[in-house]
């Protein structure tokens, strides 16, 4: 098993930043594929970021004002989010899975966290 902590949520107005972090701990060597979603009330899960490692994606809502890196040695990762807008406010959720086919999707992924809440006022 693969268990995933998010940290660093919280209360930020709009156009301000925040740094989310992911910890992977447990059998770490199952993963490839590392990505961030987000669910708003009332709405699905939607995809934010990955990376497999050596290549990164993004949904268009986000790129340009979002960055994913990773730190393998460390089993973390983390989300740089400047920019931020109110539609940006949700439960942000670190997720992990053995491949990278489809990274962009909830297929790809076997383990989640627990989610972050971020909150951004306009």
């Known amino acids: 098993q693969v268990q995933l902590v998010e940290s660093g949520g919280g209360l930020v107005q709009a156009g301000g930043s925040l740094r989310l972090s992911c910890a992977a701990s447990?059998?770490?060597?199952?993963?490839?594929?590392m990505g961030w979603f987000r669910q708003a009330p009332g709405k699905e899960r939607e995809f934010v970021a990955a990376?497999?490692?050596?290549?990164?994606y993004y949904s268009d809502s986000v790129k340009g004002r979002f960055t994913i890196s990773r730190d393998n040695a460390k089993n973390t990762m983390n989300l740089q989010m400047n920019s931020l807008k109110s539609e940006d406010t949700a439960v942000y959720f670190c997720?992990?899975?053995?491949?990278?086919?489809?990274?962009?999707?909830?297929?790809?992924?076997?383990?989640w966290g627990q989610g972050t809440q971020v909150t951004v006022s306009s």
């Open positions: 990376t497999s490692g050596s290549n990164t």
């Open positions: 447990g059998r770490t060597f199952v993963i490839f594929a």
């Open positions: 997720a992990a899975g053995p491949m990278t086919e489809a990274i962009m999707t909830r297929n790809a992924y076997v383990y």
